[in-house]
């Protein structure tokens, strides 16, 4: 199975540019930009997470 650039690459940079903007939030203030860099950190965590713990099938 051949991947294109856009495949591989997309998610990795959705994760990195979500990480950069829950960084620059957190340093912008309190109040809503704290919802938005703890939403935006915590995404990133929980792909890792969910890829980390889920199941891989059973090969017969």
Do not use: E, F, N
């Not at 620059?24 to 997470?49: F, I």
């Amino acid at each position: 199975m051949i991947r294109t650039r856009t495949q591989i690459w997309a998610m990795p940079i959705l994760l990195a540019i979500l990480t950069a903007i829950g960084l620059v939030a957190a340093l912008l203030g309190d109040g809503v930009w704290d919802l938005v860099s703890s939403l935006t950190l915590g995404a990133p965590v929980a792909v890792g997470a969910w890829y980390g713990l889920r199941r891989t099938p059973a090969r017969h």
